[in-house]
């Protein structure tokens, strides 16, 4: 890895594909205390726009922050004061972004019955879905999933990592 001038890194590594060996390059920079990786072609004028039609890393990186604070009490699908005001945060970054796509997938703890999780996921994700609808995001570009407590980032074993687990996460993609 070799840092550059500009605060980014490139990262050179030895291929071996088909018995062919190859040098493959990756261009990265650190936001937010992350490092980020981009696989893609060169923009020689900011490395970090894709297609100029995406935001740039630095926004990207605000956005996965801002969609990982979204949370719910127990047992509710109405969103926290705090939730409000994130979406909001993340609403002003994307909105000059037209052709974002919004995959907002809602997830529970592990309390209560596996249908009543899912019942109540596909809630959490929808009540987002409406919040942002609200502030003007096209809602043909936000798609809703329920997961259940199927999916958790943290052991169910005490109260804390419970509520971390009560949670929606916003994968947002290019058209």
């Known amino acids: 890895m070799k840092w550059q001038n500009d605060s980014t890194f490139?990262?050179?590594?030895?291929?071996?594909?088909?018995?062919n060996i190859g040098?493959?390059?990756?261009?990265g920079k650190i936001v937010n205390d992350t490092a980020k990786i981009f696989l893609f072609t060169q923009n020689k004028e900011n490395p970090f726009v894709f297609y100029n039609k995406n935001p740039p890393a630095e926004i990207q990186c605000q956005i996965e922050s801002l969609a990982k604070t979204i949370s719910f009490e127990y047992d509710s699908s109405i969103l926290?004061?705090?939730?409000?005001?994130?979406?909001?945060?993340?609403?002003?970054?994307?909105?000059?972004?037209?052709?974002l796509k919004f995959s907002i997938n809602g997830h529970t703890s592990s309390?209560?019955?596996?249908k009543h999780n899912m019942k109540l996921s596909l809630d959490r994700a929808k009540a987002v879905r409406l919040?942002?609808?609200?502030?003007g995001i096209n809602k043909s570009n936000l798609k809703t999933n329920g997961?259940?407590?199927?999916?958790?980032?943290?052991?169910?074993?005490?109260?804390?990592?419970k509520i971390k687990n009560r949670r929606v996460e916003i994968i947002i993609s290019a058209q």
């Open 10 to 19: 490139l990262m050179t590594a030895k291929t071996n594909k088909n018995q």
């Open 23 to 27: 040098m493959e390059q990756y261009l």
């Open 80 to 99: 926290t004061v705090d939730s409000k005001e994130n979406l909001k945060a993340l609403h002003e970054l994307v909105s000059k972004y037209s052709n």
């Open 111 to 114: 309390e209560g019955s596996d």
């Open 131 to 135: 919040f942002l609808v609200n502030l």
């Open 147 to 161: 997961f259940g407590s199927t999916t958790p980032i943290y052991p169910n074993s005490n109260i804390e990592l």
